[in-house]
């Protein structure tokens, strides 16, 4: 029997890499992913192992795979269990196979069963609104659908439930035919503009890379050609290298509209997309009141001779232990000093009656 | 870039007049101010009043007994609460907490008792409560077990009891401009007037700490304004500088004020005679007031009637929803979204205000 995942070190994915041994194209069930973006969820955590009692403290290389119940082993475990043919699970019985065994894709179990079922609920039933004659039906069977979904994840009503799922098959074969084709068009349509991208990529790389190369090949013909008239002719050396530069200069100018205006469309076609879907900044309205800040009523000065905060002011404690990230000593001078004018011309009421003794003589 | 603002409000609305000045927009100034004659008043109407609802309160308990009880005076009451209120002190400083708390419970104490009488409250219980809500109110917060852990005979709930009624009777109205702080900033700015050693000021400054806090025990918070009372005590302290300053900011009106604040804090700054309060003290215990002291026939009697009160209107609730539903269409279903959300509304309101 083939065991491909023991098959040593050098088998051995880095994390983060694709695993595509026999069991993955094997198990349908699972997540397998086409585009090959997916990666396999191989944490470096401690990880404890309930049918042989290791942990990745043991065995750093431990790989826990799934089974098709939902249950993790390490690898040693189904080596051990099911290389002598189908076994129960050693946690709740059902009989698995050797092949029946996938790597981990999600974090939590309960994910990877669902979404392996919600793939499989998907492919057969696929129907849209425009299938339906009205919104009603279409919620109906939207209803029918996830309920169908709810049973098998959470293993309710099996027997019912299989027996729903057979009836609505029937009931939309012709339509989910049509479905799935649609669907492989609007993937391949994807397909396409993905690859397209990517090729406008490669060949502006291939572009650019060019046009360097010919600037260099410029460059070096240049300087090949100014030593050669040094070396036939008597002129001065200055005269020669000023002259070549200008001829430089007035080659780059005439390339140089050509290159920007390549640069500028495409540029320009970026922003214009952009534009269209921002919103128009209005012109800012501040707040604008008439508190009367009594500003007028003193100056604040930088220093003050202030022995209370003076401890604060130079930090005697230690670093910033006293004060927090922006604190201004300044700012509570001038708040007091603010309090100390305000109100200064405020009349008090006037007694209504002749003073009363009473109480102010206590 | 933008040559005209436009303004969200109208510039003629308000004008940079002193008067739009953010301490005579403060509630301090707006709700908590009186003059010397109708803080009398007050106090003495709010004593009569509380008079005559206990002595009702004496006659459900044993008719004919309120005849006997001698209440206390208006004049006994603030007596009292002054006394407690120059306890703060002592207590702040046994928690370490910055003078503004203390100044801020001394003024919830003083507001609390121009709604309230002392007879219904004792003035112990709502120093307690003062205090603790004053350390939230300035963030200086203190845990409430700390707080009550460290005075003696104190439980949490004794502290928690008060609290919505202390807030509830202050209008929720929390912040306080004190004088201190203004006294403060007369410190600081007298150093920018011209030929005055920081050592006259720094010594003035001293002593007129000394009378700010006297100054709580007085009524001048409830009379006159923060930069007033500072000026005059610094004024006690130094009075050519302190109107030499008054005259640099443009304020020499005030200075006919400081006499009468000076006379106040004067006379009215010191802690009252413990002996006369102790026998205020013995006294209170007899005419209180029997509706908030639990077990007594008043306090039954008090509490049957509110939960009268609670059953009619849950009942008469209860019957309001039961008429709309009745009203509303049974097979209504979507048809009939407002009945159901009529319904809906009249569930989930509350109507706390009788």
Not at chain 1, 157 to 162: F, G
Not at chain 1, 181 to 201: C, K, L, N, P, Y
Request: with cysteine.
């Amino acid at each position: 029997m083939s065991v491909p995942w023991l098959k040593g070190p050098q088998k051995r994915a880095a994390p983060g890499r694709v695993i595509t041994t026999p069991s993955t194209q094997a198990f349908l069930g699972g997540v397998k992913d086409a585009t090959g973006k997916t990666t396999e969820y191989s944490p470096m955590i401690p990880t404890y192992v309930e049918s042989c009692t290791s942990d990745r403290y043991l065995n750093p290389n431990l790989r826990l795979l799934v089974s098709s119940c939902y249950h993790k082993m390490c690898e040693s475990c189904i080596d051990r269990l099911f290389t002598l043919g189908p076994q129960g699970c050693p946690m709740c019985g059902k009989i698995l196979r050797k092949m029946a065994f996938t790597p981990q894709t999600f974090e939590d179990l309960v994910v990877e069963k669902e979404v392996a079922v919600r793939r499989r609920i998907a492919k057969e039933f696929s129907k849209r609104r425009e299938d339906f004659s009205d919104l009603r039906s279409y919620n109906d069977y939207l209803e029918e659908v996830e309920d169908i979904t709810f049973n098998l994840i959470n293993d309710r009503d099996k027997v019912e439930t299989e027996a729903r799922i057979a009836k609505l098959r029937v009931e939309n074969a012709a339509l989910t035919e049509l479905n799935i084709q649609r669907e492989e068009r609007e993937a391949a349509i994807v397909r396409a503009e993905e690859e397209r991208v990517q090729r406008e990529q490669l060949e502006r790389a291939e572009e650019a890379r060019l046009l360097e190369e010919d600037e260099r090949m410029e460059r070096e013909r240049e300087k090949q050609g100014i030593i050669d008239i040094l070396q036939s002719t008597d002129k001065s050396a200055t005269k020669v290298i000023a002259k070549s530069r200008a001829a430089a200069q007035k080659r780059a100018l005439r390339k140089a509209p050509t290159a920007a205006a390549q640069a500028s469309t495409s540029a320009a076609a970026n922003t214009a997309a952009r534009m269209r879907s921002t919103v128009k900044d209005e012109p800012h309205v501040p707040f604008t009141d008439d508190w009367y800040t009594h500003q007028d009523k003193f100056v604040l000065r930088t220093q003050y001779g202030d022995p209370g905060t003076d401890a604060l002011v130079r930090d005697l404690v230690g670093r910033d232990v006293l004060r927090a990230g922006g604190y201004d000593i300044r700012e509570a001078w001038d708040r007091a000093i603010r309090t100390s004018v305000v109100g200064l011309a405020v009349q008090p009421i006037p007694n209504t009656s002749p003073e009363s003794a009473m109480l102010s003589a206590v | 870039m933008v040559t005209a603002i436009p303004s969200a409000v109208p510039n003629d609305a308000f004008s940079a007049s002193p008067s739009h000045s953010p301490y005579e927009a403060s509630t301090q100034h707006k709700h908590w101010r009186y003059s010397r004659t109708a803080l009398d008043e007050q106090r003495a109407s709010l004593n009569s009043a509380a008079v005559h609802v206990i002595r009702n309160a004496f006659e459900i308990d044993d008719p004919g007994s309120s005849n006997a009880i001698s209440f206390l005076s208006p004049a006994d009451e603030y007596l009292l609460v002054k006394l407690y209120i120059s306890k703060v002190g002592q207590l702040c400083a046994h928690f370490h907490m910055p003078e503004v708390v203390e100044a801020t419970a001394c003024s919830y104490i003083r507001r609390f008792y121009l709604r309230n009488t002392v007879m219904d409250w004792h003035p112990k219980n709502v120093m307690l409560t003062a205090i603790f809500l004053a350390s939230k109110t300035t963030n200086h917060p203190i845990p409430l077990e700390q707080y009550a852990s460290h005075i003696p005979n104190t439980t949490p709930s004794d502290v928690l009891d008060l609290e919505f009624l202390v807030a509830q009777s202050l209008g929720f109205e929390f912040v306080v401009w004190h004088a201190h702080r203004a006294l403060w900033g007369i410190y600081l700015d007298t150093q920018t007037l011209p030929d005055i050693s920081f050592h006259t000021i720094h010594d003035a400054y001293i002593a007129s700490v000394a009378h700010v806090r006297a100054s709580r025990l007085s009524d001048a918070e409830l009379i006159y304004t923060p930069s007033q009372i500072a000026l005059a005590c610094f004024h006690i302290a130094a009075p050519v500088l302190a109107e030499q300053w008054a005259k640099a900011k443009g304020e020499s009106d005030v200075i006919s004020l400081l006499p009468a604040i000076s006379d106040m804090i004067l006379q009215e700054g010191k802690p009252p005679d413990l002996e006369r309060v102790r026998e205020i003290d013995k006294r209170l215990k007899i005419c209180k007031n029997p509706e908030k002291v639990v077990g007594t026939k008043a306090y039954l009697k008090k509490q049957a009637e509110e939960e009268a009160k609670a059953k009619e209107k849950r009942e008469k609730k209860a019957a309001e929803i039961r008429a709309l539903e009745d009203a509303r269409d049974p097979f209504g279903g979507e048809l009939d979204p407002e009945g159901a959300a009529k319904i809906e509304r009249a569930k989930q309101l509350d109507e706390d205000d009788d």
